[in-house]
Nanobody
Framework: VQLVESGGDLVQAGGSLRLSCAAS????????MGWYRQAPGKERELVAQ????????TYADSVQGRFTISRDDAKDTMYLQMTSLKPEDTAVYYC????????????WGQGTQVTVSS
């Protein structure tokens, strides 16, 4: 199983980035997919999550209205469109795949760095 994030970069406050998470080795379409982030000295937190069918999305209050999560099951890829970025969005962003139907399976990517300068 591999989850490979890409798209992290250094960007100025107010800018935008799109993160991608390419999955392999799993039946992508039946997994709940999510983005988490971890800033230095802080715990990892959920940023956004999308249901296996894409019908339900949830967001952290801090990113609601600025970030959009989406998935393309034909490409086994998940995205996070980030706009109006703030310095407090600076963190390593991790891709997460979660399966909870008959048994629990969970996988993580290695992370991609997002740095927002003021």
């Amino acid at each position: 199983v591999q989850l490979v994030e890409s798209g992290g970069d250094l960007v100025q406050a107010g800018g935008s980035l799109r993160l991608s998470c390419a999955a392999s080795g799993i039946a992508f379409s039946i997994y709940i997919m999510g983005w988490y982030r971890q800033a230095p000295g802080k715990e990892r937190e959920l940023v956004a999550q999308i249901s296996y069918d894409g019908g339900t999305t949830t967001y952290a209050d801090s990113v609601q209205g600025r970030f959009t999560i989406s998935r393309d099951d034909a490409k086994d890829t998940m995205y996070l469109q980030m706009t109006s970025l703030k310095p407090e969005d600076t963190a390593v962003y991790y891709c997460n795949a979660l399966f909870t139907w008959s048994t629990r399976r969970e996988y993580w990517g290695q992370g991609t760095q997002v740095t927002v300068s003021s």
